[in-house]
């Protein structure tokens, strides 16, 4: 009988070892944390949106009665727009208090009134402050600013016609957080406000739980501290009697911009305060600040809805 050859077993091959993932913060490496919070990996040219508010500013500045770079504060920085409607008041307006965005480092008020003619045609009156950027101006700064902007347009927004108990706040990217930060308690009475100051706000496409931002590479420019990162995000100070909010964000918002928005909803339901979200599909990061000054958007629509609520 023929023996068959035995076979020989194969010769084992060494397996490279795996790479651990090593993760920074949920399940994303420091690149992936870094491009979650760096808004160009979507869109690397802003040129022609910033064109735009540039001249939607101006325009506002040519047509609409206006007070320019008056001072709400001593440092030169501190300094805000006014924009009132066209018409003559016949009472008291409600008013629009407006912070745009560009991550804390970018941009001016002078590229932040486009939306200001949609809603003076409303008969509202539109704010919006200067304040200092990073990296010479720390973020806790920036928050004490725009909180003067404030308590100065509550006190002295009646001398333009305006009606200081019909303040609705708004804001876009890094501005929807400081406006967060607005809306936030602990700091009211101190600056001499009623608790009630603010009669809504209106949020989009903004990052405000700054835990993650301080592991990203946005901190190479903020230098947030553990410490200062949660005194410095608004779900540890949440009113009790909040006012309404509404908080959106863009359907191609990048996915750690979508989840602060979700979250910082669910916080303010959890709080049993009023709060609606919306997701705006075949919207990008920037389209949002263009969909505030479309009065047919859902952001137009629910800002000019929040003004005429807040009619006593």
């Not at 060494?14 to 808004?39: F, G, I, M, W």
Request: charged share 25%; net charge positive; proline share 8%.
């Amino acid at each position: 009988m023929t023996q068959k050859p035995r076979r020989r077993p194969a010769p084992k091959t060494s397996k490279a070892p795996k790479t651990k993932r090593k993760l920074v913060y949920l399940h994303y490496t420091q690149e992936e944390l870094d491009a979650q919070y760096n808004q160009r990996v979507l869109n690397t040219d802003l040129a022609p949106y910033q064109a735009h508010w540039v001249s939607e500013t101006e325009r506002a500045r040519r047509t609409l009665p206006c007070h320019l770079d008056v001072p709400y504060g001593s440092k030169p920085i501190e300094k805000l727009d006014i924009y009132l409607p066209a018409k003559k008041l016949r009472k008291p307006a409600p008013v629009l208090f407006f912070i745009r965005g560009g991550a804390w480092r970018l941009m001016s008020k002078n590229v932040a009134a486009s939306a200001a003619p949609t809603y003076a045609a409303e008969g509202a009156i539109f704010i919006t402050p200067d304040f200092g950027l990073a990296p010479d101006t720390p973020l806790a700064e920036m928050v004490r600013q725009v909180r003067r902007a404030l308590a100065w347009t509550w006190k002295n927004i009646a001398e333009f016609g305006g009606d200081p108990n019909r303040l609705i706040v708004a804001g876009h990217s890094s501005g929807a957080h400081l406006s967060s930060m607005l809306l936030a308690d602990g700091w009211r009475k101190q600056a001499g406000l009623p608790e009630d100051a603010i009669k809504g706000g209106v949020l989009f496409s903004g990052a405000y739980d700054l835990a993650p931002v301080r592991l990203s590479a946005r901190n190479d420019y903020l230098f947030l501290k553990p410490a200062a990162a949660r005194r410095l995000s608004p779900h540890g100070a949440i009113p009790r009697r909040g006012p309404p909010v509404f908080v959106g964000i863009a359907g191609g918002d990048l996915h750690e911009f979508q989840r602060q928005g979700r979250a910082l909803a669910e916080a303010w339901r959890k709080a049993r305060n009023p709060v609606e979200f919306a997701e705006i599909e075949g919207a990008n990061h920037f389209d949002m600040a263009d969909l505030f000054a479309d009065p047919a958007s859902i952001l137009g629509r629910t800002t000019r809805q929040m003004l005429k609520k807040s009619a006593p």
